[in-house]
C-alpha cells in the first residue's frame, strides 16, 4: 500500500423538516449539476473565479494522483478534486465583520440584538521539501461587544502540522490551538472571520494542504454553548502511517487535549484527555480498504478530583473512494466504558454500549457535498463528567451565480451524561442529558483578485431534558439568532521556492 505524501414534539419535527429540506435542495444542485453536464453545447454561467493560486513550480516530492491509498484508519482525508501539487507560499489576511447577536450573555435567557464586531487578521505558510512538509495557520483579532462588561475579547486559532516522508510511509506531529468564546462545533457556520472554520481551506487556496482530516475520538467534542464562555482549547498529536506490503499497512497515533474556561466562576468543567489509537489496513481492491482499528480514551477532570474515566474502543472499518469525487467510509464495534471515581462520587462502575462513524463525501461538476454521523464518548462539553455524544452534520457548497457562491452547514449532537451525580452550576444536578443543532448559510463574492464579501446568517438551538434555571425567566432550552455582513482581504501568495 503506497501513501500520499501530504497532504416539546414540535421542535424535533421542526428540525427533522430543516434536516429533509437541506437534503432535497442538495439533490436538487446535484440534478442540476448532472443535466449541465449533458447538455454539452448548452449554455452554462461559469463557476465562481477561483483564489489566486501560484504559478506551477517544480516540487521535489510531488504527491501522486491517485489519492486511494490513504490508510482508512489514518486520520488524513483524501481531497476531493483535479490534483494539485503542493506549494511552498505564505499568505497574509484580514477581516472584518459586523453582526446582529440575540444572546451575548453568559445564560439561558436572550439578551436581544446587539451589535458585535470583529477585526481579526491571518497567516498561513506552507513549506515542501524533498522529504518533509512544514504548514501552519492562524487567525487572530479581537470582538467588540458594545452592551458587555468586558466590552472587547479576543480571538485566537493555530493548526500546525510537520510531517516527515519516507518511500513507504510518514510521521506526521499536529497541533490545534484555540481561544474562542464558545465551543468549535457550529461556531464555523457563522461565516465570518472569513473563514467560516478559520483554517487554510476557508480560503480556497490551490496546493494547500493542512486541516484536510482529523475525527471521531481525535477532536476535543465540544458541544454547545450558553452564549459566550471563553475557553482554551488544545490538542496536539503524533501519527505514524507505515505500509508492511503492496495490500497492507498500519497506523499508530497518540495525542493529548485539555479544555480549560477562564472565567472559573461560571461553574463550568474544565477536562484534559489522552487519546490513542492503532489500526491494521488491507487493500481488498484499488478503491476498496477495509480496517481494523483500537482506541483508547482517559479522561479528567482536574477542578474536580477523584473523577475520571477509560474508554476501549474496537471498530471495523470499511473505506471505498473514487479519486476527486468520492469518499465513503462506514466503521462500527463495541465500546467499553470504565469509571474510576472515588466513594464520593459513587465509585468505580463499567458498561458496554456501541460506537459508530459513516462519512460520504461527493463532488459534483458544480456542487459538493459531505454528511457525516459518529458516535463515542466527548468529555462532556463543560456540563457533564463525560458525555456519550451522537452528532450529525450535512454541509453543501456551490456557485449561486456567476459571482456568488453559497454554503449551507447543519449540525446536531445528542449529549447522554456518563458520570451521574454532578454537573456545571449552571444547570440543574437533574440534568442527564441535552441536544444541540444549528442551521447555517453563507454567500461570499469576489470584490476583485484580493477581497471578497460575504452574507451569513445561522441559528443555535439548545435544549436540556430538565429545568435549566432555578430562578425566573426560565427556559429550558436556549435559543440564538446570529446574522453578519463582513469584507475579507487576502494578499496574492508569495512563493517561498
Same mark, same amino acid.
Given at each position: 500500500m503506497s501513501f500520499p505524501k501530504q497532504g416539546g414534539c414540535e421542535k424535533q419535527r421542526g428540525i427533522r423538516v430543516l434536516m429533509i429540506i437541506m437534503l432535497a435542495l442538495a439533490t436538487?444542485?446535484? @440534478? #442540476?449539476?448532472?443535466?449541465?453536464?449533458?447538455? +454539452?453545447?448548452?449554455?452554462? #454561467?461559469?463557476?465562481?473565479?477561483?483564489?489566486?493560486?501560484?504559478?506551477?513550480?517544480?516540487?521535489p516530492s510531488p504527491l501522486p494522483e491517485d489519492t486511494n491509498n490513504y490508510p482508512a484508519s489514518g486520520l488524513d482525508q483524501p481531497p476531493l478534486g483535479p490534483f494539485i501539487p503542493a506549494r511552498s507560499f505564505v499568505m497574509f489576511g484580514a477581516h472584518v465583520s459586523e453582526a446582529l447577536d440575540s444572546d451575548v450573555g453568559n445564560d439561558f435567557v436572550s439578551s436581544g440584538l446587539v451589535g458585535v464586531t470583529r477585526a481579526m487578521g491571518s497567516v498561513m505558510l506552507q513549506k515542501t521539501g524533498a522529504h518533509s512538509l512544514t504548514a501552519f495557520d492562524y487567525v487572530g483579532g479581537v470582538i467588540f461587544y458594545p452592551s458587555q462588561d468586558p466590552s472587547i475579547a479576543q480571538i485566537h486559532q493555530f493548526d500546525g502540522e510537520q510531517k516527515f516522508m519516507w518511500r513507504s510511509g510518514q510521521i506526521t506531529f499536529r497541533d490545534q490551538f484555540t481561544y474562542l468564546p464558545e465551543g468549535a462545533f457550529g461556531f464555523g457556520a457563522y461565516g465570518e472571520s472569513g473563514a467560516s472554520t478559520l483554517g487554510l481551506g476557508s480560503l480556497n487556496f490551490l496546493g494547500a494542504t493542512l486541516g484536510t482530516g482529523l475525527g471521531g475520538i481525535f477532536t476535543l467534542g465540544e458541544f454547545g454553548s450558553l452564549g459566550q464562555q471563553s475557553r482554551i482549547d488544545n490538542l496536539g498529536i503524533v501519527d505514524l502511517n507505515q505500509s508492511l506490503t503492496k495490500r497492507s499497512a498500519i497506523t499508530l497515533a497518540g495525542g493529548y487535549g485539555l479544555i480549560h474556561f477562564t472565567? $472559573?466562576?461560571? +461553574?463550568? !468543567?474544565?477536562?484534559?484527555? !489522552?487519546?490513542?489509537?492503532?489500526?491494521?489496513?488491507?487493500?481488498? $481492491?484499488?478503491?476498496?480498504?477495509?480496517a481494523l482499528v483500537y482506541g483508547f480514551q482517559q479522561f479528567q477532570y482536574p477542578n474536580i478530583p477523584g473523577s475520571s474515566f477509560i474508554t476501549h474502543v474496537g471498530t471495523f472499518m470499511y473505506s471505498h473512494r473514487i479519486s476527486g469525487r468520492m469518499d465513503l467510509r462506514l466503521g462500527a464495534g463495541p465500546e467499553v466504558t470504565v469509571i474510576n471515581n472515588s466513594a464520593l462520587f459513587g465509585g468505580s462502575s463499567q458498561r458496554i454500549t456501541a460506537t459508530a462513524t459513516a462519512s460520504l463525501r461527493y463532488r459534483f461538476p458544480r456542487t459538493s457535498l459531505a454528511l457525516s454521523y459518529d458516535r463515542y464518548n466527548t468529555s462532556g462539553s463543560g456540563f457533564f463528567l463525560g458525555a456519550t455524544s451522537d452528532i450529525v452534520r450535512f454541509s453543501v457548497s456551490r456557485p449561486l451565480t456567476r459571482v456568488w457562491t453559497g454554503t449551507a452547514d447543519v449540525g446536531y449532537s445528542r449529549n447522554e451524561q456518563i458520570e451521574p451525580g454532578f454537573v456545571a452550576t449552571v444547570i440543574p444536578s437533574t440534568t442527564t442529558s441535552y441536544q444541540y443543532v444549528y442551521a447555517g448559510a453563507t454567500a461570499q463574492r469576489p470584490l476583485g483578485h484580493h477581497f471578497d464579501f460575504f452574507l451569513?446568517? @445561522?441559528?443555535?438551538?439548545?435544549?436540556?431534558?430538565? $429545568?435549566? %434555571?432555578? $430562578?425566573?425567566? %426560565?427556559?429550558?432550552?436556549?435559543?440564538?439568532?446570529? +446574522?453578519? !455582513?463582513?469584507?475579507n482581504w487576502h494578499s496574492r501568495p508569495y512563493r517561498l521556492d
Open positions: 436538487s444542485w446535484a @440534478q #442540476n449539476d448532472s443535466g449541465q453536464g449533458a447538455a +454539452g453545447n448548452g449554455q452554462q #454561467n461559469p463557476a465562481a473565479p477561483p483564489a489566486p493560486a501560484l504559478a506551477p513550480a517544480p516540487a472565567d $472559573t466562576s461560571a +461553574g463550568f !468543567i474544565d477536562s484534559n484527555q !489522552i487519546i490513542a489509537q492503532v489500526g491494521y489496513d488491507y487493500q481488498v $481492491t484499488r478503491k476498496t480498504q477495509i451569513s446568517f @445561522q441559528f443555535d438551538d439548545q435544549l436540556f431534558n430538565s $429545568t435549566a %434555571c432555578v $430562578t425566573v425567566p %426560565c427556559n429550558i432550552e436556549s435559543q440564538r439568532y446570529v +446574522g453578519a !455582513i463582513g469584507l
